[in-house]
């Protein structure tokens, strides 16, 4: 394993590098967060394609691929409309507003409290974005290298806090695009051949593994309805994506160059749950189906190739979790500091540091936490959950309140909560429930609150 872990750290320093390079181009306040809203074509795809897919993408579509199959693939499938959807029908309103986060629509449409009430959600949705991130470098690292895990976890995420830190959007930016293209190469032209070539092609695979694995609906419908519930809506109103979408030079390249990042994204699910069926077929045993990935790189690659995909599968994750540190750290100084201060500050230094202190957090929160899809169904559930109605509310429906979104947002948050811890994070009842329980209390409490002053529209 030595060759590998020499690739890993080039790889690695390399994402350092780049940090340190795009904390030269991170002048002011509007570079640090949204890259100077410059973004062409070619960066805008690779960001938008490497922040979405990381860690649950990665190992967890591996590990959708070999307990289900084909259908295993839903899951980056509704991530991928996600973002078509946002960049094909929001992202022109939204750059119209050049605004920093979410939160600022609630706050145009109600009113200050409704914008401070929802960045708690929405923060909490970020940080766990980074944990689930940075938790799948942690196991992925303990698998290959033998490392203890929490060694792995601050070695991998420390490299992803510096980077983030120093140098916000832009270092963002640059390592996403060299990641994209190291895990395009790594995990569709190496991964993926080699290990249909290790089972014997096409034929032989579909001869070893029953029919139900290359059904679309193996998995269940209800669990790909609650995929589309979950992620689809959830990509629409994140934090961590709208960042993003505030990068591009205009709603041209968002258009074309968004709508191929979910397609990319579509692709990147098939090629996954392709590689957990190959793994089923050569490690049919597998004692924890959580390390499939892992296992099938360990047992199908050779030295330095290993490396190579390995690095790959971090890319992923790393871009991620970059992502989910900055939207929550974006969120604290645009939105929770604020309360607490009284005023707005655009400091690079205060960013720097409300950066590095989340970044401990999201280490710590990823010491404790040990499975990474119910990582990521946790801050979905908590989001969708309590910000969908009102954020959707705010956009098309005069009459919503502030009263009636604060209600929803609680209710719904608490609500996905109680079901989360009632029936785990993988049940559908905590996103079911939620979204109902939602848009009641947000129909009801707007039409018994008084008639909100005209105001010009969220988007």
């Given at each position: 394993?030595?060759?590998?872990l020499?690739?890993?750290l080039?790889?690695?320093?390399?994402?350092l590098w780049?940090?340190?390079?795009?904390?030269?181009r991170?002048?002011?306040?509007?570079?640090y967060?949204?890259a100077?809203?410059?973004?062409?074509?070619?960066?805008?795809?690779?960001?938008?394609?490497?922040?979405?897919?990381?860690?649950?993408?990665?190992?967890?579509?591996?590990?959708?691929?070999?307990?289900h199959?084909?259908?295993g693939?839903?899951?980056?499938a509704?991530?991928?409309?996600?973002i078509?959807?946002?960049n094909?029908?929001?992202?022109?309103?939204?750059?119209?507003?050049?605004i920093?986060?979410?939160?600022?629509?609630?706050?145009?449409?109600?009113n200050?409290?409704?914008?401070?009430?929802?960045?708690?959600?929405?923060?909490?949705?970020?940080?766990?974005?980074?944990?689930?991130?940075?938790?799948?470098?942690?196991?992925?690292?303990?698998?290959?290298f033998?490392?203890?895990?929490?060694?792995?976890?601050?070695?991998g995420?420390?490299?992803?806090?510096?980077y983030s830190?120093?140098?916000?959007?832009?270092?963002?930016?640059?390592?996403?695009?060299?990641?994209?293209?190291i895990?395009t190469?790594?995990?569709?032209?190496?991964?993926?051949?080699?290990?249909l070539?290790?089972?014997?092609?096409w034929?032989e695979?579909v001869?070893?593994l029953?029919?139900t694995?290359?059904?679309?609906?193996?998995?269940?419908?209800?669990?790909?309805?609650?995929?589309?519930?979950?992620?689809?809506?959830?990509?629409?109103?994140?934090?961590?994506?709208?960042?993003r979408v505030?990068?591009?030079?205009?709603?041209?390249?968002?258009?074309?160059?968004g709508?191929?990042?979910?397609?990319?994204?579509?692709?990147y699910?098939?090629?996954?749950?392709?590689i957990g069926m190959?793994?089923?077929?050569?490690?049919?045993?597998?004692?924890n189906?959580?390390?499939?990935?892992?296992?099938?790189v360990?047992?199908s690659?050779?030295?330095?190739?290993?490396?190579?995909?390995?690095a790959?599968?971090?890319?992923?994750?790393?871009?991620?979790?970059?992502?989910?540190?900055?939207?929550a750290?974006?969120t604290?100084?645009?939105?929770?500091?604020?309360?607490?201060?009284g005023?707005?500050?655009?400091?690079?230094?205060l960013?720097?540091?409300?950066?590095?202190?989340?970044?401990?957090?999201?280490?710590?929160?990823?010491?404790v936490?040990?499975?990474?899809?119910s990582?990521?169904t946790?801050?979905?559930?908590l989001?969708?959950?309590?910000?969908?109605?009102?954020?959707?509310?705010?956009?098309?429906?005069?009459r919503a309140t502030?009263?009636?979104?604060?209600t929803s947002?609680?209710l719904?948050?608490?609500?996905a909560?109680v079901?989360m811890?009632?029936?785990?994070?993988?049940?559908?009842?905590?996103i079911y429930?939620?979204?109902?329980?939602?848009?009641?209390?947000?129909?009801?409490?707007s039409?018994?609150?008084?008639r909100?002053?005209?105001?010009?529209d969220?988007?």
């Amino acid at each position: 394993m030595a060759l590998d872990l020499i690739v890993v750290l080039i790889y690695a320093a390399g994402m350092l590098w780049l940090g340190w390079y795009g904390m030269r181009r991170a002048k002011t306040h509007e570079d640090y967060l949204v890259a100077g809203r410059n973004l062409g074509p070619a960066f805008y795809m690779g960001t938008m394609a490497a922040t979405v897919l990381g860690g649950a993408s990665t190992v967890g579509t591996v590990r959708l691929g070999y307990v289900h199959g084909i259908s295993g693939f839903w899951l980056c499938a509704a991530l991928g409309a996600g973002i078509i959807a946002l960049n094909l029908f929001l992202a022109k309103p939204l750059l119209k507003l050049r605004i920093f986060t979410v939160t600022q629509v609630l706050e145009r449409r109600y009113n200050p409290m409704a914008r401070q009430a929802s960045a708690v959600i929405m923060f909490a949705y970020a940080l766990m974005i980074g944990v689930v991130s940075t938790l799948a470098i942690g196991t992925v690292m303990q698998v290959l290298f033998g490392l203890p895990f929490w060694v792995s976890v601050l070695l991998g995420g420390g490299v992803v806090v510096i980077y983030s830190t120093i140098g916000g959007m832009w270092s963002l930016t640059l390592t996403d695009i060299v990641q994209f293209i190291i895990k395009t190469v790594g995990l569709m032209f190496i991964l993926l051949p080699i290990c249909l070539h290790r089972v014997g092609g096409w034929d032989e695979l579909v001869a070893k593994l029953p029919a139900t694995a290359f059904s679309f609906h193996t998995i269940g419908y209800d669990t790909i309805i609650t995929y589309f519930l979950i992620y689809f809506f959830g990509i629409l109103i994140g934090q961590d994506i709208w960042q993003r979408v505030f990068t591009a030079r205009d709603d041209k390249v968002t258009k074309y160059a968004g709508t191929a990042a979910g397609v990319y994204c579509v692709i990147y699910g098939l090629v996954g749950a392709l590689i957990g069926m190959c793994a089923k077929v050569l490690l049919p045993d597998l004692d924890n189906v959580n390390n499939a990935f892992a296992a099938i790189v360990q047992a199908s690659l050779p030295d330095g190739i290993r490396g190579l995909v390995i690095a790959a599968a971090l890319a992923a994750m790393m871009s991620t979790a970059s992502a989910g540190l900055l939207a929550a750290s974006t969120t604290i100084t645009e939105d929770l500091l604020p309360i607490v201060t009284g005023q707005r500050s655009t400091r690079l230094s205060l960013n720097r540091i409300c950066t590095l202190l989340t970044g401990l957090l999201v280490l710590a929160i990823a010491l404790v936490v040990n499975d990474v899809i119910s990582a990521l169904t946790l801050a979905y559930n908590l989001l969708v959950g309590g910000m969908l109605i009102p954020l959707i509310g705010a956009i098309y429906w005069k009459r919503a309140t502030t009263a009636g979104a604060i209600t929803s947002m609680a209710l719904g948050f608490i609500t996905a909560l109680v079901f989360m811890l009632k029936d785990g994070f993988d049940a559908n009842t905590p996103i079911y429930y939620s979204l109902a329980i939602g848009l009641v209390s947000f129909i009801v409490v707007s039409l018994l609150s008084p008639r909100p002053a005209p105001v010009a529209d969220a988007a």
